[in-house]
């Protein structure tokens, strides 16, 4: 079945850019109703969903980190990646990304990924 | 911004039932779906389309979605599903809301 894989630095700096891609295994990433998300995770809060990406490229954001968000998606090599731009503090999270399966007025998140953590410290 | 609502606990004893809900304006208008998350794991889908149990999840639990309630329902809870519990559904203005999340205890 669907596997997937996050990489990247664990560590950021204040004000720069959190690069991230996830690999997906054991499967196609143009299956036809899915769509590929990031979401996070502060420690010991909630979960945030942060946007998705499209086998064809197209894309959605959540309204609140639009404005420094970029996700994009290479299928020749079963990648997504995620960007975020101008990092503080308040970016620390577990990062995961996750298979999203989207129909009329409706989603759902499966399967995840690892998680990966990401730290923004100088 | 459309909310989900769930509670910060629930505790229940081994093998009895514990419900666990998640509220939201008109939720019932939308689908539900419900995850579970252990320490230091990732989430893992448990009940999706209000109703639906993904393969490989226990019988023990279930789901419903009615006015503005849904609710996850572990029948003869075992000390495994002691987890935390989300519940997310599709918004038209933010796409994805989950819920606060509940720390499930089984004592």
């Known amino acids: 079945q669907v596997q997937l894989q996050e990489s990247g630095p664990g560590l950021v700096k204040p004000s720069q850019t959190l690069s991230l891609t996830c690999t997906v295994s054991?499967?196609?990433?143009?299956?036809?109703?899915?769509?590929w998300s990031w979401i996070r995770q502060p420690a010991g809060k909630g979960l945030e969903w942060i946007g998705r990406?499209?086998?064809?490229?197209?894309?959605d954001y959540s309204p609140s980190l639009k404005s420094r968000v970029t996700i994009s998606v290479d299928v020749s090599k079963k990648q997504f990646s995620l960007r975020l731009t101008s990092v503080t503090a308040a970016d620390t999270a577990v990062y995961y990304c996750?298979?999203?399966?989207?129909?009329?007025?409706?989603?759902?998140?499966?399967?995840w990924g690892q998680g990966t953590l990401v730290t923004v410290s100088s | 911004s459309y909310e989900l609502t769930q509670p910060p606990s629930v505790s229940v004893s081994p093998g009895q039932s514990a419900k666990i809900t998640c509220s939201g304006d008109?939720?019932?208008?939308?689908?539900a779906c419900w995850y579970q998350q252990k320490p230091g794991q990732s989430p893992v889908l448990v009940i999706y389309?209000?109703?639906e149990r993904p393969s490989g999840i226990p019988e023990r639990f279930s789901g419903s979605n009615s006015g503005n309630t849904a609710t996850l329902t572990i029948s003869g809870t075992q000390v495994m599903d002691e987890a935390d519990y989300y519940c997310?559904?599709?918004?038209?203005?933010?796409?994805?809301?989950f819920g606060g999340g509940t720390k499930l205890t089984v004592l």
């Open positions: 389309k209000d109703t």
């Open positions: 997310q559904a599709w918004d038209s203005s933010t796409e994805v809301v």
């Open positions: 008109k939720l019932g208008d939308k689908y």
């Open positions: 996750a298979r999203e399966i989207v129909g009329e007025l409706l989603n759902w998140f499966d399967p």
């Open positions: 990406v499209s086998a064809s490229g197209s894309t």
């Open positions: 054991g499967g196609s990433i143009t299956r036809g109703s899915s769509y």
